[in-house]
């Protein structure tokens, strides 16, 4: 069961919020597909900022570092991946952002989360 100070539904609302910051995210990234890097390059270091913070909120929940460790050692999509129009030089910070939203679920429906 999980702690007095964090509950197995408060945990999920808060990786809730963050998936859906990561879907805006990505749809704020996609209405600049197809523009040149520079146009492209914030959102990409936003992803980066995004993850961080994810990192921060999994160290506060039970077995976060687990946690913390399976979204870091994450299998990305690698080539194939990739939305037409993300800049090349962007793949990797895109498939950053699509696999941590897909391990993002993965933890929200984890019938152990919130367990010590």
Not at 38 to 44: G, L, N
Not at 51 to 72: F, M, Q, V
Request: net charge neutral; glycine share 8%.
């Amino acid at each position: 069961m999980c702690g007095p100070s964090q509950s197995k539904r408060e945990i999920q609302r808060m990786l809730t919020k963050l998936s859906e910051k990561g879907s805006a995210l990505r749809e704020k990234w996609k209405a600049v597909k197809g523009a040149p890097e520079d146009s492209q390059r914030p959102y990409a270091k936003q992803v980066h900022h995004w993850h961080a913070e994810i990192e921060s909120y999994l160290r506060t929940i039970p077995k976060g570092d687990a946690y913390s460790a399976r979204l870091n050692g994450a299998v990305r999509t690698g080539s194939g991946g990739y939305t037409t129009g993300i800049n090349p030089n962007l793949y990797d910070d895109w498939d950053l952002l699509a696999t941590d939203l897909t391990i993002l679920n993965d933890f929200m429906n984890d019938q152990q989360l919130g367990e010590p």
